[in-house]
């Protein structure tokens, strides 16, 4: 059955740092989403994906969070300059279409920053 | 926003018992609501999904209803088994229906 991959599943970084955070979606999937849960809270929203732009982002999603879908195949979360909160867990979602059909999520990817 | 709420935080009940996991959202006009599980540590998986226009679903043991006139959602499980021991998420899709908005759960645990 298909999935959603991610990788790496852990990445320590240093505080300042730029990541990357990768993310090869279902293959006939159109709808690209980016999650995050730090520790004991929520699973948040942080950018949705479509026809090679952003349709949605959240307060989350700020200067210092890029997505991009650079080839056929990936899709990527840049984070330019890590801070100590953005310690979490990243998952990426993909659906067929928007609302009338389930989102799948990946393993996630924990991002430590030290 | 779609606001999601989840009750009870945690549940623990011995194996074999029917159980309810109840979730409520503060806009009636929903879309869609999406149960999910997830084990420690990992990611989510995509147990149900209940369209608008329907009132439940079902896969085996599962059940899950949607009650949009009173906000609410109620995933049901049959014949609790240990292996069920796990997180239950559930998401509604926010307006511009792209976002899902998620409560924080409900942690239950099945001892045999």
């Known amino acids: 059955e298909p999935e959603v991959t991610q990788t790496p599943s852990h990445q320590v970084t240093q505080m300042g740092q730029e990541v990357i955070l990768r993310c090869v979606p279902i293959?006939?999937?159109?709808?690209f989403y980016w999650y995050r849960q730090i520790l004991g809270q929520k699973v948040e929203f942080l950018v949705s994906?479509?026809?090679?732009?952003?349709?949605?982002k959240s307060e989350i999603f700020d200067d210092q969070f890029s997505v991009e879908r650079p080839d056929g195949s990936n899709f990527t979360l840049k984070i330019r300059s890590t801070k100590l909160e953005d310690s979490a867990m990243y998952f990426c979602?993909?659906?067929?279409?928007?609302?009338?059909?389930?989102?799948?999520f990946g393993p996630g990817t924990r991002l430590t920053v030290t | 926003k779609q606001e999601v709420t989840q009750i009870p935080a945690a549940l623990s009940v011995p194996e074999g018992e029917n159980l309810v996991l109840n979730c409520s959202f503060t806009?009636?006009?929903?879309?869609?609501l999406q149960w999910f599980r997830q084990d420690p540590g990992k990611g989510l998986t995509s147990l149900l999904l209940i369209q608008s226009s329907q009132r439940e679903q079902t896969s085996g043991r599962l059940n899950a209803s949607l009650d949009k006139s009173s906000g609410r959602s109620t995933l049901y499980i049959a014949a609790s088994q240990p292996g069920d021991s796990a997180t239950y998420l559930c998401?509604?899709?926010?307006?511009?229906?792209?976002?899902?908005?998620f409560g924080k759960g409900t942690s239950l645990l099945v001892t045999p």
């Open positions: 293959s006939n999937h159109l709808y």
């Open positions: 979602a993909s659906g067929v279409d928007r609302v009338w059909y389930e989102q799948y």
């Open positions: 998401a509604g899709y926010s307006n511009s229906g792209y976002a899902l908005n």
């Open positions: 994906f479509y026809n090679n732009e952003i349709s949605e």
């Open positions: 806009d009636s006009a929903i879309y869609n």
